[in-house]
Protein backbone atom coordinates (compact mmCIF):
# COMPACT_ATOMS: atom_id res chain seq x y z
CA UNK A 1 0.00 0.00 0.00
CA UNK A 2 1.67 3.52 -1.29
CA UNK A 3 1.51 6.04 1.74
CA UNK A 4 2.14 9.61 1.98
CA UNK A 5 4.96 9.28 4.73
CA UNK A 6 7.45 6.99 1.76
CA UNK A 7 7.12 10.00 -0.78
CA UNK A 8 7.85 12.15 1.98
CA UNK A 9 11.11 10.04 2.66
CA UNK A 10 11.94 9.50 -0.30
CA UNK A 11 11.79 13.03 -1.30
CA UNK A 12 13.79 13.67 1.80
CA UNK A 13 16.65 11.15 0.69
CA UNK A 14 16.86 12.83 -2.98
CA UNK A 15 17.28 16.34 -1.02
CA UNK A 16 20.52 15.08 0.86
CA UNK A 17 21.61 13.52 -2.45
CA UNK A 18 21.66 16.15 -4.30
CA UNK A 19 23.45 18.47 -1.38
CA UNK A 20 26.24 16.05 -1.54
CA UNK A 21 26.16 16.40 -5.17
CA UNK A 22 26.61 20.33 -4.78
CA UNK A 23 28.92 19.78 -2.06
CA UNK A 24 31.00 17.46 -3.81
CA UNK A 25 31.10 19.67 -7.11
CA UNK A 26 31.91 22.72 -4.96
CA UNK A 27 35.01 21.17 -3.48
CA UNK A 28 36.18 19.78 -6.87
CA UNK A 29 35.76 22.81 -8.36
CA UNK A 30 37.81 24.74 -5.80
CA UNK A 31 40.68 21.99 -5.81
CA UNK A 32 40.89 22.79 -10.04
CA UNK A 33 41.04 26.56 -9.22
CA UNK A 34 43.35 26.24 -6.40
CA UNK A 35 45.53 23.69 -8.71
CA UNK A 36 45.90 26.25 -11.68
CA UNK A 37 49.23 27.29 -11.56
CA UNK A 38 50.00 31.44 -11.55
CA UNK A 39 52.40 32.55 -13.16
CA UNK A 40 55.00 34.68 -11.35
CA UNK A 41 55.33 38.45 -11.90
CA UNK A 42 56.57 40.33 -14.89
CA UNK A 43 58.15 43.30 -16.42
CA UNK A 44 55.70 45.68 -17.75
CA UNK A 45 57.03 47.90 -21.45
CA UNK A 46 57.69 50.33 -19.26
CA UNK A 47 60.40 48.66 -16.71
CA UNK A 48 62.86 48.21 -19.82
CA UNK A 49 65.33 50.60 -20.68
CA UNK A 50 63.96 53.23 -23.05
CA UNK A 51 64.17 53.15 -26.76
CA UNK A 52 64.51 56.70 -28.11
CA UNK A 53 62.68 55.76 -31.45
CA UNK A 54 60.20 53.10 -30.41
CA UNK A 55 57.64 52.46 -27.82
CA UNK A 56 58.56 48.58 -26.54
CA UNK A 57 55.83 45.96 -27.39
CA UNK A 58 54.96 43.25 -24.59
CA UNK A 59 54.08 39.79 -25.46
CA UNK A 60 51.44 37.43 -23.71
CA UNK A 61 53.03 35.69 -20.29
CA UNK A 62 53.26 32.68 -21.57
CA UNK A 63 53.59 28.87 -19.47
CA UNK A 64 57.17 26.84 -20.87
CA UNK A 65 60.08 28.01 -22.24
CA UNK A 66 60.28 30.53 -25.54
CA UNK A 67 60.80 28.55 -28.81
CA UNK A 68 64.64 29.48 -29.03
CA UNK A 69 66.65 29.70 -26.01
CA UNK A 70 67.82 33.14 -25.29
CA UNK A 71 71.65 33.64 -26.55
CA UNK A 72 74.24 32.11 -24.31
CA UNK A 73 71.16 30.43 -22.33
CA UNK A 74 70.71 27.23 -24.36
CA UNK A 75 70.15 24.10 -22.32
CA UNK A 76 70.47 25.23 -18.95
CA UNK A 77 66.49 26.71 -18.43
CA UNK A 78 64.12 24.20 -17.16
CA UNK A 79 61.07 23.40 -18.80
CA UNK A 80 59.56 22.98 -15.60
CA UNK A 81 57.89 25.64 -13.56
CA UNK A 82 58.89 28.32 -16.55
CA UNK A 83 57.20 31.13 -17.89
CA UNK A 84 58.22 33.70 -20.30
CA UNK A 85 57.66 37.03 -22.15
CA UNK A 86 59.11 38.75 -25.00
CA UNK A 87 59.29 42.01 -26.05
CA UNK A 88 59.47 44.06 -29.14
CA UNK A 89 60.13 47.51 -30.71
CA UNK A 90 60.14 48.79 -34.20
CA UNK A 91 63.98 48.38 -34.35
CA UNK A 92 66.63 45.99 -33.84
CA UNK A 93 66.18 46.10 -30.14
CA UNK A 94 64.29 43.20 -28.00
CA UNK A 95 64.00 41.57 -25.06
CA UNK A 96 63.19 38.45 -23.29
CA UNK A 97 62.39 37.31 -19.43
CA UNK A 98 61.97 33.71 -18.22
CA UNK A 99 60.77 32.95 -14.85
CA UNK A 100 61.11 29.75 -13.06
CA UNK A 101 59.58 28.43 -9.96
CA UNK A 102 62.27 25.77 -8.86
CA UNK A 103 61.19 23.00 -6.05
CA UNK A 104 62.74 25.09 -2.85
CA UNK A 105 65.16 27.95 -2.25
CA UNK A 106 68.20 25.60 -2.58
CA UNK A 107 67.38 24.30 -5.75
CA UNK A 108 66.74 28.38 -7.00
CA UNK A 109 70.33 29.30 -5.64
CA UNK A 110 71.41 26.42 -7.77
CA UNK A 111 70.10 27.53 -10.94
CA UNK A 112 71.27 31.00 -10.44
CA UNK A 113 74.81 29.62 -10.15
CA UNK A 114 74.33 27.74 -13.51
CA UNK A 115 72.87 30.30 -15.43
CA UNK A 116 75.72 33.22 -13.60
CA UNK A 117 78.12 30.73 -14.83
CA UNK A 118 77.01 29.88 -18.85
CA UNK A 119 76.62 34.01 -19.07
CA UNK A 120 80.22 34.53 -17.69
CA UNK A 121 81.27 31.80 -20.42
CA UNK A 122 79.55 32.66 -22.98
CA UNK A 123 82.20 34.90 -24.70
CA UNK A 124 84.46 31.80 -24.77
CA UNK A 125 82.38 29.27 -25.44
CA UNK A 126 81.12 31.20 -28.58
CA UNK A 127 84.51 31.74 -29.90
CA UNK A 128 85.54 28.27 -29.76
CA UNK A 129 82.47 28.15 -31.71
CA UNK A 130 82.66 30.70 -34.21
CA UNK A 131 85.79 30.96 -36.58
CA UNK A 132 86.80 34.39 -37.76
CA UNK A 133 84.11 35.66 -34.72
CA UNK A 134 84.87 38.51 -32.19
CA UNK A 135 83.31 38.41 -28.45
CA UNK A 136 84.05 40.08 -25.02
CA UNK A 137 82.04 40.40 -22.30
CA UNK A 138 81.59 42.21 -18.54
CA UNK A 139 80.41 41.94 -15.49
CA UNK A 140 78.38 44.70 -14.19
CA UNK A 141 78.24 43.42 -10.72
CA UNK A 142 75.35 42.35 -8.34
CA UNK A 143 72.34 44.50 -6.85
CA UNK A 144 70.88 44.42 -3.62
CA UNK A 145 67.52 43.01 -4.03
CA UNK A 146 65.26 40.38 -2.39
CA UNK A 147 68.12 37.47 -2.52
CA UNK A 148 70.29 39.06 -5.21
CA UNK A 149 70.85 39.71 -8.60
CA UNK A 150 73.77 39.71 -11.32
CA UNK A 151 74.03 42.11 -14.20
CA UNK A 152 76.34 40.87 -17.26
CA UNK A 153 77.18 41.95 -20.70
CA UNK A 154 78.09 40.24 -23.64
CA UNK A 155 79.02 41.21 -27.35
CA UNK A 156 79.56 39.17 -30.52
CA UNK A 157 79.89 39.35 -34.37
CA UNK A 158 81.26 37.89 -37.08
CA UNK A 159 82.93 39.07 -40.10
CA UNK A 160 80.49 40.99 -42.62
CA UNK A 161 77.70 40.90 -40.11
CA UNK A 162 76.40 43.67 -37.57
CA UNK A 163 77.73 43.12 -34.01
CA UNK A 164 75.31 42.78 -31.62
CA UNK A 165 75.55 43.55 -27.36
CA UNK A 166 73.15 41.61 -25.23
CA UNK A 167 72.69 42.77 -21.36
CA UNK A 168 71.52 39.59 -18.69
CA UNK A 169 69.81 40.53 -15.61
CA UNK A 170 69.99 36.94 -13.45
CA UNK A 171 68.02 37.06 -9.94
CA UNK A 172 66.25 35.26 -7.09
CA UNK A 173 63.25 36.39 -4.55
CA UNK A 174 63.09 32.74 -2.47
CA UNK A 175 61.98 29.97 -4.80
CA UNK A 176 61.55 32.00 -8.24
CA UNK A 177 64.07 32.62 -10.47
CA UNK A 178 64.60 35.38 -13.40
CA UNK A 179 66.32 35.90 -15.73
CA UNK A 180 65.60 38.81 -18.36
CA UNK A 181 68.00 39.39 -21.77
CA UNK A 182 67.67 42.79 -23.29
CA UNK A 183 69.67 43.23 -26.84
CA UNK A 184 70.86 45.35 -29.46
CA UNK A 185 72.84 45.99 -32.94
CA UNK A 186 76.15 47.44 -31.06
CA UNK A 187 78.86 46.51 -28.71
CA UNK A 188 79.22 47.42 -24.88
CA UNK A 189 79.60 50.63 -25.13
CA UNK A 190 76.35 51.17 -26.50
CA UNK A 191 74.24 49.40 -23.54
CA UNK A 192 72.20 51.15 -21.42
CA UNK A 193 73.64 49.63 -18.26
CA UNK A 194 72.16 52.11 -15.24
CA UNK A 195 69.17 51.35 -17.10
CA UNK A 196 69.09 47.76 -17.39
CA UNK A 197 69.78 47.61 -13.86
CA UNK A 198 66.63 49.05 -12.73
CA UNK A 199 64.91 46.82 -15.00
CA UNK A 200 66.41 43.92 -13.34
CA UNK A 201 65.90 44.99 -10.02
CA UNK A 202 61.73 45.62 -10.92
CA UNK A 203 61.91 42.32 -11.99
CA UNK A 204 63.21 40.46 -9.17
CA UNK A 205 60.90 43.17 -7.00
CA UNK A 206 57.57 42.00 -9.31
CA UNK A 207 58.45 38.38 -8.68
CA UNK A 208 55.78 35.72 -6.78
CA UNK A 209 57.49 33.79 -4.54
Known amino acids: MFRRTDTVATLA ?3 VAAAAALVLTASASATA ?27 KITKGLPEFAPFCLDGVLPAAGSWHRA ?29 ERKVAACAADWLRTTPGGTA ?7 LTVEEGAHVYGVHASIPDSEPGVHLFGIGRDGSTVTVVKWSEMGDLSHAPVAAFKKTT ?3 VNKLNP
Not at 33 to 59: E, I
Open 136 to 142: SWDDYGK
Open 201 to 203: TAA
Open 87 to 115: FGSEFDTSAVQVSVRSASPSAAAELVGTL
Open 13 to 15: TAL
Open 33 to 59: ATATPVPPGFLAGADLPPHPGSAWYPG
